[in-house]
């Protein structure tokens, strides 16, 4: 599938320790086109299973006598396209993934199983056919290269609310999901267009890029309630957000947003109201002592935004961080200097307008205390 051979010497172990040294939760994917719901059943007890069944005695020899306890996974990636191995017609395929899910549950009841979703047809008959076979469904989007820094900008978060807006609307009319609670994991999504720089699917990422996946996060804040998990694909080359050289390795465009909104952005999302072009999202950090803003501006001029706070009475001093470069179609590669960085400074007072340089992505944090009423 990926024009070379795969050697398979990074397996199960080694993926489940890299896990813990990034200290990540593992998320683990069986064959369900090729392969079959005994084999899947196997693995699950591999990593999960006592040390005295079978599959556990050999994780023992192995090295790891403990269990691994992963919690998260999924039945078969994509099944519903026609690229993929063992792909098959979704009335027959909801009946193995069905056997699948038995089986592994049958191996450890405790485990959050991830069903392959696609919105239309094929979501349907997955939710009609599998909601007491699944705990969550996936959900793959990509975009491609937009004329108009705005638009370009906006597809990220229009398909995200796409999706989210198909399944509330299948919440609605599937019986078999009433009492359920059945969220998306959006384990693919991304830009991906351009010539393969960095060796196969090694797209090169833009600024305008990087302003997509700010406003993206900004969604998943809004649609929280529904998705469950959103994971950006992929890591390292292969349309990642870190792209190596012989010598280097460098954050992308998009890798510099998600780290800037992974470290600084709050996890509670707070009601926003925007208007214009500008995308905003607000969020409490956990402990509600910090209030932090999202702002990104698609256009190539810089533009004065009021902020208006309510519900919310703030503390003292601020700081910003603004991710900008010289153009829209600026980028970082890993054997030159950065074009397009992320600046910290203080944040300015919020008697008067925010001034956003064009094409830019800027996170405030804000001391702050919820006050009586709301946030």
Not at 232 to 258: D, M, P, R
Not at 309 to 334: C, E, Q, S, Y
Request: with cysteine.
């Amino acid at each position: 599938a990926w024009q070379g051979l795969e050697p398979n010497d990074f397996g199960v172990d080694e993926f489940l320790r890299f896990c813990r040294i990034l200290r990540a939760e593992p998320y683990l994917v069986v064959n369900s086109g090729l392969g079959e719901a005994e084999s899947a059943a196997q693995e699950v007890q591999y990593v999960n299973g006592p040390a005295d069944s079978p599959m556990g005695r050999l994780r023992a020899r192995n090295g790891h006598p403990e269990p691994y306890g992963a919690r998260f996974w999924a039945i078969g990636n994509e099944m519903y396209g026609r690229w993929q191995l063992g792909h098959m017609p979704v009335e027959e395929y909801v009946k193995k993934h069905n056997r699948f899910a038995e089986a592994m549950r049958a191996e450890d009841p405790r485990i959050k199983l991830v069903g392959v979703g696609a919105v239309g047809s094929w979501d349907e008959a997955m939710l009609r056919g599998c909601a007491d076979h699944m705990d969550l469904i996936s959900e793959h989007f990509y975009c491609g290269e937009r004329a108009g820094l705005y638009r370009h900008m906006r597809q990220i978060p229009d398909n995200i609310r796409r999706i989210v807006q198909a399944h509330r609307r299948y919440r609605r009319e599937i019986p078999q999901l009433q009492g359920k609670d059945i969220r998306i994991v959006m384990d693919e999504w991304n830009y991906w267009y351009g010539p393969h720089v960095f060796g196969e699917l090694g797209t090169r990422y833009f600024l305008k890029d990087a302003l997509g996946i700010a406003a993206g996060l900004h969604e998943y804040a809004r649609q929280s309630d529904m998705v469950f998990m959103a994971n950006y694909a992929q890591t390292v080359n292969v349309i990642g957000c870190i792209k190596t050289s012989k010598l280097h390795a460098a954050f992308e465009t998009t890798g510099l947003a998600l780290e800037l909104y992974r470290r600084r952005f709050g996890t509670l999302p707070a009601k926003t109201e925007v208007s214009g072009l500008i995308d905003a999202q607000a969020a409490w950090t956990a402990d509600r002592k910090r209030l932090t803003l999202g702002l990104v501006n698609p256009s190539l001029s810089s533009v004065r935004v009021p902020l208006e706070i309510r519900g919310a009475r703030l503390g003292g001093a601020g700081v910003k961080w603004t991710l900008t470069g010289p153009d829209p179609k600026a980028f970082n590669d890993p054997d030159r200097p950065a074009r397009v960085v992320v600046n910290e400074a203080p944040a300015p007072k919020l008697d008067k307008p925010i001034e956003l340089p064009p094409c830019s992505v800027m996170l405030l944090s804000l001391e702050a205390r919820p006050v009586q009423g709301g946030e």
